[in-house]
């Protein structure tokens, strides 16, 4: 975390009371305007005096963002739900356990009880470069100061160093991948639903940005589909300290059993790279076989195959390498032969 | 609004970080606003033009009906160049527009191709052409000082005809060379900090301001080449000029584009009489 230095910046704060009315003002505003959740990474951001936005839009008092709505295929959770409610949710918890352990590794309680699940997904990368305001590429600059040789890069990507090598730290973001969650956004050209990784934006595409959302658009609800309730699930976050964090790196699966072997699997990852990855040629690697060592071994290997350490940070392949064997074959037959 | 965007390095200077983009803009306009310009003045207050012709009927006949102008190798040179040039300055300007994609990779191959395109031209230019026949020489500059006398009405004797190439193109020549030098120079080292799996990524080979002059170079040097690129489509598609683009396709032009504007005493092709300012006889792209 950056060091807390100055006041916020002045802006126009507009606290609409509707989803409608906040995309509004969203357009209205354009580029101009920073959205706020639950504020946890927006303070930084502006206290920082790094982020100096002219307008700050408040979601705060828009109920209809808040809450967890069962529907026809499932249940849909609003942005601005917190981490606590999901946490306890009774539904989440017995058929979606998975977003239920993800959301609870989440920081602290005091943070829990006041991050949002919408704001979990959108926060910035972790980068302290880029977060401290220096002009590295994702600031707009030229450069990557946590690139090799010499920058501090341990906590940094293994995959997708494409100029930025900063890492998407959502801890709640794998095991939505891994639910085939589906993100809401209201545009002003209407609702618009599109799958949780594709939510995600690369250095590749766009290196100041972090998602789709354009100046003007609201992330209003996920949608968890009920085909993967109930599945079998594997969650771990590694960290330095057990307690308030930022994850090492993430593991969520998903996975749907045929007797012993796997018949549907959904894998995915956080901290690697700079945009969450869901590991779809393991997850083709591995239909069709039991959820044994053997096969997590294999998957694990798989996973890493790709990957390019920076200076720092190579004891993320054995990480990682580790985490998707756990994801498939469990702790206990994860034992490396 | 400043034509650089700057920056506070972590060592508390203010360094430059690239060129501001509404310069792409400015390029592109000015692009377009030279050939609305050309293409006005050339169809309605241009004179016709008058060079000094005395060719002998024995220089005459010994001309082919098809002079050669750019051999096989020149000609793959110019459009390889081409099209790494457009694959550069869509990759590159596409994204700042709003157009988003994966660019980066594909910019460095193009760079790279550019870049070794370019190696070749200099090396066959220098050795196994004549290096000269591109830079502007004596004759050019009394023939533009005459053109240009005779286009405001003054009394001047007509220019010689051309050599092998018009002035205007011996100038967009020059030009080229050093904005595509430009680029292509900043460009080679600021693929150290990208990945190419050529170089080893090194971001801290230079210091902010060194890297950050050579970004303002490197966009500087790219948003000329967008304005020089349309000019020289233009005079590329231009009805006058259609034969000098199509000796780029073909390799030869016609006898009688040839002796219209061409001087078989600066410019000699094989066959003909030998060129009184050249080394020889020319078989194309000397």
């Known amino acids: 975390m950056a060091v807390i230095r100055d006041v916020m910046p002045a802006f126009d704060l507009l606290q609409p009371t509707s989803a409608a009315d906040a995309q509004k003002l969203l357009e209205q505003h354009g580029e101009e305007a920073w959205v706020m959740a639950g504020g946890l990474d927006s303070f930084d951001w502006l206290k920082d005096r790094i982020k100096k936005p002219k307008v700050l839009v408040d979601l705060s008092g828009v109920d209809e963002l808040k809450g967890v709505r069962s529907t026809s295929d499932g249940v849909e959770i609003g942005a601005m739900t917190t981490l606590t409610e999901i946490v306890n949710h009774p539904v989440i918890k017995a058929q979606y356990g998975i977003l239920s352990e993800a959301a609870e590794l989440v920081a602290s309680p005091q943070i829990r009880n006041q991050g949002t699940l919408g704001g979990n997904v959108s926060q910035d990368v972790r980068c302290w470069y880029y977060r401290e305001g220096w002009p590295c590429y994702r600031g707009g600059g030229n450069i990557c100061y946590a690139d090799t040789p010499v920058g501090r890069n341990r906590e940094h990507a293994i995959f997708g160093a494409n100029r930025c090598v900063a890492v998407h730290p959502a801890d709640t973001v794998p095991a939505l991948i891994a639910l085939d969650a589906k993100f809401v956004l209201q545009t002003s050209k209407g609702q618009r639903v599109v799958d949780a990784e594709d939510y995600f934006l690369g250095p590749e595409i766009d290196i100041t940005k972090i998602n789709i959302l354009q100046p003007g658009d609201l992330l209003t609800a996920i949608r968890l589909p009920s085909a993967w309730a109930g599945a079998k699930f594997y969650f771990e976050k590694v960290r330095d300290r057990n307690v308030w964090d930022f994850p090492l790196m993430n593991v969520a699966s998903a996975m749907v059993m045929q007797g012993n072997t796997i018949d549907r699997i959904r894998l995915a990852v956080s901290a690697v790279a700079p945009r969450p990855m869901r590991l779809k040629d393991v997850e083709d690697a591995v239909k069709g076989k039991p959820a044994d060592a053997t096969t997590g071994e294999m998957a694990g290997n798989l996973a890493v195959k790709d990957a390019v350490p920076l200076q720092f940070n190579a004891y993320k392949i054995p990480l990682m390498r580790n985490l998707v064997k756990r994801s498939i074959s469990g702790v206990e037959e994860a034992k490396w032969a | ?286």
């Open chain 2, 1 to 286: 609004m400043g034509l650089i965007q700057w920056a506070i390095s972590p060592w508390g200077r203010t360094v430059p970080i690239h060129i501001a983009w509404f310069l792409i803009w400015v390029c592109a306009i000015g692009g377009l606003t030279f050939m609305i310009v050309h293409a006005l003045y050339v169809g309605i207050f241009a004179r016709p033009k008058k060079f000094a012709v005395n060719d002998s009927p024995a220089v005459v006949a010994a001309i082919p009906e098809r002079v050669p102008r750019h051999s096989l190798v020149a000609r793959a040179f110019h459009w390889v160049m081409a099209i790494s040039m457009f694959a550069l300055l869509i990759t590159a300007f596409l994204p700042k527009v709003g157009v988003k994609f994966d660019w980066v990779t594909y910019h460095w191959i193009a760079g790279l191709v550019l870049t070794a395109s370019v190696l070749f031209h200099i090396v066959h230019a220098s050795f196994f052409l004549d290096f000269w026949s591109i830079w502007p020489d004596k004759i050019d500059l009394r023939d533009a000082k005459r053109r240009m006398m005779r286009a405001f009405g003054k009394d001047a004797p007509p220019p010689d005809r051309f050599a092998k190439y018009p002035l205007e193109n011996k100038f967009y020549h020059a030009v080229i060379l050093l904005a595509g030098l430009a680029v292509i120079i900043t460009g080679v080292f600021m693929m150290k900090r990208v990945n190419t799996g050529i170089f080893v990524r090194n971001p801290y080979l230079f210091g902010d301001m060194t890297w950050g002059m050579m970004y303002v170079l490197h966009g500087l040097a790219g948003v000329g080449l967008i304005a020089l690129i349309m000019v020289h489509v233009y005079f590329g598609i231009r009805p006058e000029k259609l034969p000098i683009t199509k000796s780029m396709i073909f390799g030869y032009m016609e006898k009688d584009f040839y002796l219209e504007e061409h001087d078989p005493q600066r410019w000699a092709v094989e066959g003909s009489s030998p060129s009184k300012e050249g080394p020889g006889l020319a078989t194309g792209d000397d």
